[in-house]
Nanobody, 112 residues
Framework: QVQLVESGGGLVQPGGSLRLSCAASGSFVIMDWYRQAPGKQREFIARITSGGSTNYADSVKGRFTISRDNAKNTVYLQMNSLKPEDTAVYYC?????????WGQGTQVTVSS
């Protein structure tokens, strides 16, 4: 099991940027970012593997970038050109030995 702590959320104007961080207490193979808007299901946003391969949901492709610092066991989500519809609680999920571990979430609000 690994503990995850997200940070970096906040209030930003449309068109702005934020960088989320997810710090893990141990190593992991796969790290995902998900988000959940009020009244909606949690949705997949981005993934990065231990080898550095990435993939993204169509809704964020070209605007969001996932990266990792293996030395720090930390994954980042750089979010640019933010839209009001990006407003949600953002969660990271680490897959360790086939088990999912979730963080507590960080709120991102995009509003003028």
């Amino acid at each position: 099991q690994v503990q995850l702590v997200e940070s970096g959320g906040g209030l930003v104007q449309p068109g702005g940027s934020l960088r989320l961080s997810c710090a893990a207490s141990g190593s992991f193979v796969i790290m995902d970012w998900y988000r959940q808007a009020p009244g909606k299901q949690r949705e997949f946003i981005a993934r990065i593997t231990s080898g550095g391969s990435t993939n993204y949901a169509d809704s964020v492709k070209g605007r969001f970038t996932i990266s990792r610092d293996n030395a720090k066991n930390t994954v980042y989500l750089q979010m640019n050109s933010l839209k009001p519809e990006d407003t949600a609680v953002y969660y990271c999920r680490a897959v360790v030995a086939g088990t999912s571990n979730w963080g507590q979430g960080t709120q991102v609000t995009v509003s003028s």
